[in-house]
Structures are given as C-alpha cells and as structure tokens.
C-alpha cells in the first residue's frame, strides 16, 4: 500500500504508544534477564533487573519457560485488574517476552461476553423447562427454531392418550394434601415418563391425569405403536411403584388408560397473551371417553388403533356405551 | 516450597471463578460475571506434612467460537473439569476439553467436578452419564461453589495427586 511516510510513522506511533508495550530479553534457553525496556511499570512491581528470573516477579510465567516454541497468552489478568498479553518467541541471540496492554479491549468484550453468556443461560434454562413437558431432542429442537406449529391450525392423523388415577377422589378426600401431593407425584411420573420416552407431547395435566397426542412430534416409529408401547409401560411403572408403596405400607392406585386414532386439527388456541398448543378432532373425545371407562391396570383403544398395531396384542372385544358417542366397540388389553 | 498449576476448565458459566472462589477466600457470589482470559490464583495447602503452593489458572469458558488456547495449559500439573448439572450440554463440551488437553498434556491428575450440587430439583445429569465419567478412571466429585461442599476435598484431592504423579 503506497502510504506517505509521514502518515506512516504517525499511524505506528499512535499504535504503538496505545499498546504500552514493554519487552524482557532472556538469555536463550534460559529464564535470566539480560535487558529490559519500555513501560514496565504497567506490569511489573519492581523494574526487572539483568539476571534476575523473570518468573520471580511475574508468576504468570511460572512453569512456561524456558521458551523452547514460540506462544502467546492472550488477555492474562493482572494483579491491578489490567489485563496483558504476551508474546513469547525467540530470535538467534536471545529469547523474548513482549508484553501489550489490552485492557481496554478485554473489558469492551467482556460486556459483549456477558451478554451472551447470560443469554445461553437462559437458553439452557428454558430448554430445561421445556424438556419436562416434551423431552430434552424436542425441547432443543424448538428452541433452535425447527419445531412450530401454525395459528390457523394443520389437519393431522394422531393417537391420543388419555390417563387417569382410578380412585383418586376418595384417596384424596381421606388424606392430607401433603400427602396426597406426594402420591399424585410419584404415580405422575411413571405416567409422563413413558409418554416422553415413546414421542408423545404431553399436552395437558388434568388433575390426577394427562392428555398425550402421538403423531405431532417427529418419531421413527408409528403415533399408534408409540402410543400403544407408552400405555403399556404407564401400566407397568404404576405396578413397580405400588410395589414399593406396598412394602412401605402405603396405600395403592391404579391406573385407566384410553387411547383412540383420527384425525386431528394441530393448532395454537388462545388470545395473544397466552396461547397453548391443542388438538381437536372426534376421536379425542372418544380417548377420553375409553379412558373414564377403562378400570384400574387396563388399556382401552378403538377398532382404528388396534388395526393400525404392527404387533396385535392379546385383547378382547366389548361393546360399551359411551357418554355422548353411544354404543361403540373397543378392545380392552389388561397387561399381565 | 513444593509449586504446583493447576488449571480449571469448563464450558461458560459452569462455576469455575465461584468454585476458586469459594476454595481460596471462602466466598460465593450469586452474581454471574463472565470472565475473560485468564486469572491467577495461589493458595498453600497441606499434603500429608507436605506444603504446597497452588497455582490455579482460572481460564474462560470454553465456547463454540472461543476455545481454550493451548499456551494456557503449558506446565500444569492438574486439570479440574467442571461440569455444570443442571445442563447436561456442558458436560459434552467437558468430553471436548478432555480430548484436547490429553492431546497436550498426555495424562496429567484430572478431576471431573460435578458442580451446583444445590440445585437438586434442576440437576439435569443421569447416573449412565455419572458412571460413563467413572469409567475414565479419573474421579468425579459432586461440588457445590454456593455451600462449598467437596470444593475443599477436590482441591485436596488434585493436590494429592499431583504430588504422588
């Protein structure tokens, strides 16, 4: 670049007197002092004197030297809160530390630094949130932007799930709210983690029950296998949990489970401060609808999800009559 | 007197600087500062009628487009990596630090920290991934910067195995 001299000597001046550079020379191979210069009060107590070693007075170097490569730390903290870096190389008579202030630009990136930080805080903290009601994957996945869902709503064939704790009232009526808190929990749990575990969005908690749609999250595996599997692995973390509330001397539920297949449409309700994701179609009242029917350990599930399973399970076939339906068939499946 | 480094690392805003903290002046902050570079720390603590003098490079976090530059770990004795459990994204960034300090260092005295040990109901790291760190061989403590549970025995630890190395 063709620069007049004079505009040359003036940039290097500038740039060289705003980086209060100060420089050690070492004897090669060695940590001794041989010469010093420039302004080393910015980084040393005391002047360096010759064949001191430089680590005695700046512990920085403790273990670094002597330089058998050239390096660089960049941005060392210094004891007055000014921060360096420096510079370590070596020519054919001696080695040499060269030391530059960079306080100024370290403390201009630390805001910046702060700033993100804080925001991928925050980022991991609403995935954490998120990640309870849809699973860790899902969770990531919508906060990097790739899981959404329109307003006016999007036609959809899903698998509902409906599951409730039978004789949750009367327990409820005749224990202690602490108590019956703790026991909602832990049979909430083995009700919520398979949905998880299998694709399912959770996409209310009723009371002592939830509603799950299978289908609307990305699955290798079929919304009614997913579904079917999640019931069948509700019933059986209920059965462990009862066990270890038998020998603890607890009482004991259990727990219906309903599943149905139809299509749904998949949108967002509600005003523009608060909005929640739902789905509607007939077949979601009539999961819900198995479920009020299916009794403590049993799986109930309509012609359309049973004749979808990959695996037919062991089942039989009742005829029952449901509010607001009417008489319809399903097929019951009680887990051994 | 016997001087040993020690480098801590670890993805951003896992409690590296509060874990010094806590270690060399018994103090927590709730406050996050984000710190830049490098900072030193000394501290003298007693191995088995031994003394030694602690040198603990407190370096940044680690993140996607600000790695840990190499020249920092030259002539460390020790390496404590700390992990934050209530995000288990840190504790992948944790398997990439170890990689590349092994790399450099060869094996050196590590120890995985486990830190926020107080925030139980947020704790986000399985038992697999627990025993998975285990099976490195290095140890693992559960630390807690805020009550200062373990910070004391992790430093003590590192120390002891720095010195016996």
């Known amino acids: 670049m063709n620069i007049p001299e004079s505009i040359r000597k003036h940039l290097t001046s500038h740039q060289i007197e705003a980086l209060k550079p100060a420089w050690v020379e070492l004897t090669s191979g060695s940590e001794h002092i041989k010469s010093m210069g420039g302004a080393w009060q910015v980084y040393f107590k005391g002047k360096p004197q010759p064949d001191q070693r430089i680590s005695d007075i700046c512990e920085l170097l403790q273990g670094m030297l002597p330089i058998v490569e050239d390096f660089e730390l960049p941005h060392m903290q210094l004891n007055n809160d000014a921060y360096t870096d420096i510079l370590a190389f070596k020519d054919e008579q001696s080695d040499w530390l060269l030391f530059f202030d960079v306080t100024d630009k370290v403390l201009q990136l630390q805001k910046y630094q702060q700033v993100a930080n804080e925001l991928n805080l925050l980022k991991d903290q609403m995935s954490r949130t998120l990640g309870r009601y849809v699973g860790q994957e899902v969770s990531q996945r919508a906060l990097d932007g790739k899981l959404s869902f329109k307003v006016e709503g999007e036609r959809k064939e899903i698998t509902t799930l409906f599951v409730d704790i039978r004789g949750f009232t009367p327990f409820n009526e005749s224990h202690d709210a602490q108590e019956v808190m703790n026991t909602l929990n832990q049979y909430m749990n083995g009700m919520l983690k398979p949905i998880l575990a299998f694709d399912g969005m959770i996409d209310k908690i009723m009371g002592d029950g939830a509603m799950a749609v299978f289908g609307v999250l990305p699955s290798d595996i079929s919304s009614v296998d997913n579904a079917f599997h999640a019931a069948l692995d509700i019933q059986r973390q209920t059965k462990a949990t009862n066990i270890l509330r038998k020998e603890a001397g607890q009482p004991i539920l259990g727990v219906g489970v309903g599943i149905a297949t139809g299509d749904a449409v998949l949108g967002i309700l509600g005003s523009h401060e608060r909005r929640a994701f739902t789905a509607i179609g007939k077949h979601v009242n009539l999961a819900a609808r198995l479920e009020s029917n299916a009794r403590a350990g049993e799986i109930l599930m309509d012609s359309k999800t049973l004749s979808a399973l990959s695996d037919k399970p062991q089942c039989h076939k009742v005829s029952i009559e449901l509010k607001g339906i009417g008489k319809t068939e399903v097929f019951a499946i009680l887990p051994s | ?165």
């Open chain 2, 1 to 165: 007197m016997i001087q040993k480094k020690i480098c801590i690392l670890g993805a951003a805003g896992v409690g590296k600087t509060s874990l010094t903290a806590q270690f060399v002046y018994s103090k927590f902050s709730e406050k996050y500062l984000s710190s830049m570079g490098v900072k030193i720390d000394k501290k003298v603590v007693d191995v088995d009628g031994t003394q030694v003098n602690l040198m603990i490079w407190d370096i940044h976090g680690e993140e996607k487009y600000k790695k840990i530059p190499t020249s920092y770990l030259r002539g460390s004795s020790g390496i404590l990596m700390v992990i934050d459990g209530t995000r288990s994204s840190t504790l992948q960034t944790a398997e990439e630090i170890v990689e590349r300090v092994t790399a450099e260092l060869g094996s050196i005295p590590l120890l995985y920290l486990l830190n926020k040990s107080d925030l139980e109901d947020a704790w986000s790291i399985s038992e697999p991934d627990i025993q998975k760190l285990k099976d490195t061989g290095n140890p693992v403590y559960l630390t807690s910067a805020k009550t200062g549970d373990n910070v004391e025995l992790s430093f003590a630890s590192i120390a002891k195995a720095m010195l016996n190395g």
